[in-house]
């Protein structure tokens, strides 16, 4: 099955993109073919900083390839490095109609967080659509944030394909529900945007402080402590298996838990999960070339799915005047 799905390079990547995009991706590569990329274009409609562009794109990658993915067995590029999805993105942009970009809240709520409200970032639904049609993806990994821009995307691939005859794939959502949102330290989605992340490679005080600045109520200490929506039990959650949760349950339940000191435990954890992932990272950020010419690797194997896709959809619209 090809799966696919991106992420956009706009900040230093988090829990909620690890456990809701990243380490998913990752799981998938063993047994899919897997298409992985960083949205650059996708990134300028919030990011107008070109060094800070730059920087969190180089990042990015590192990260990921830190993290595991593997660009033998995937395939991994940034996505301006196939600029053929822009001239995608204008051939579906006319079968897409007015009002199901109206509707999109992607852009109502980034406007109302002082995104400025710009034709790029109406738009973005449709560029990412482009992004996963051009790849013949039939699975699409994301956080419940991106139903919305999936369903756009199946909507405008059918219109496509019923307009002009059998062209694109129409691909389905891959919506987890247990970690389909991973809340951030004041309980709102956590996000690069809203400042309450706790972000993978954090320096350790940077870290250290965030975890402990994690929202709790003011259940006394020889009370027993509520689970249902308890945050610092919800973030906890994330790194326990099932066993593993029924534990701290009950360590929650007994009377004299103090919040503090599992906020301790639970840095020493995080900080624990990603150390060997950090050393890899740091070494891959130190050796630019090598992590340049993989994401070069990356978008010439990318190209040549997308080329493909491009130039059907080019003759089905009749851009090819000459035949
Ligand atoms: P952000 O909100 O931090 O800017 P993005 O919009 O770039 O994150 O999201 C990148 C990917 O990570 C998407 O698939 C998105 O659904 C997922 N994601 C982002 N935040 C979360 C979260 N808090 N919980 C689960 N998934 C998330
Ligand atoms: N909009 C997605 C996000 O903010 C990023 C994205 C762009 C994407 N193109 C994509 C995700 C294609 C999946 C498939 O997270």
């Known amino acids: 099955m090809r799966v696919l799905s991106g992420i956009q390079p706009?900040?230093?990547?988090?829990?909620?993109?690890?456990?809701?995009?990243?380490?998913r991706m990752i799981d998938y590569q063993e047994n899919n073919e897997l298409f992985?990329?960083?949205?650059n274009y996708h990134a300028l409609t919030s990011v107008f900083d070109s060094n800070f562009l730059r920087k969190?794109?180089?990042?990015?990658?590192?990260?990921?390839?830190?993290?595991?993915?593997?660009p033998d067995k995937s395939v991994f590029?940034?996505?301006?490095?196939?600029?053929?999805?822009?001239?995608?993105?204008?051939?579906?942009?006319?079968?897409?109609?007015?009002?199901?970009?109206?509707?999109?809240h992607s852009y109502k709520d980034k406007i109302i967080k002082g995104i400025p409200a710009s034709h790029g970032l109406f738009s973005y639904p449709v560029l990412m659509a482009a992004d996963i049609l051009l790849y013949g993806s039939e699975k699409v990994p994301v956080g419940k944030?991106?139903?919305?821009?999936?369903?756009?995307?199946?909507?405008?691939a059918i219109r496509f394909n019923n307009t002009y005859g059998e062209t694109f794939v129409v691909p389905e959502p891959d919506i987890e529900d247990d970690t389909s949102v991973v809340p951030g330290i004041d309980g709102q989605k956590m996000s690069k945007s809203y400042g309450n992340a706790i972000e993978i490679f954090a320096g350790e005080k940077t870290m250290r402080d965030k975890v402990m600045r994690i929202k709790t109520d003011s259940t006394p200490v020889n009370e027993p402590k509520p689970i249902e929506g308890n945050l610092l039990f919800d973030i906890y959650s994330f790194f326990l298996d099932e066993k593993g949760k029924e534990t701290l349950k009950e360590r929650f339940l007994t009377p004299g838990l103090k919040y503090g000191n599992i906020k301790k435990e639970l840095f020493g954890v995080i900080w624990e999960h990603f150390a060997p992932y950090r050393k890899k990272?740091?070494?891959?950020?130190?050796?630019?070339?090598?992590v340049l010419e993989t994401m070069r690797?990356?978008?010439?194997?990318a190209r040549q799915v997308a080329f493909a896709y491009l130039e059907r959809a080019r003759r089905n619209v009749g851009l090819d005047y000459w035949n």
């Not at 706009?10 to 380490?23: A, D, Q, R, T």
């Not at 969190?56 to 590192?62: G, H, P, S, V």
């Not at 996505?79 to 509707?103: A, C, F, H, K, Y």
């Open 10 to 23: 706009s900040g230093s990547l988090h829990l909620g993109n690890y456990f809701g995009m990243m380490k």
């Open 36 to 39: 992985c990329f960083l949205v």
């Open 56 to 70: 969190q794109t180089f990042e990015a990658a590192c990260d990921f390839l830190a993290l595991g993915l593997d």
């Open 77 to 104: 590029w940034v996505q301006s490095d196939v600029p053929e999805v822009t001239e995608l993105t204008w051939l579906i942009s006319n079968v897409t109609g007015m009002g199901l970009l109206e509707r999109n």
């Open 145 to 156: 944030d991106q139903k919305q821009h999936l369903e756009i995307a199946r909507d405008i």
């Open 281 to 290: 990272r740091e070494y891959l950020i130190h050796d630019r070339q090598f």
């Open 297 to 301: 690797k990356g978008a010439e194997k």
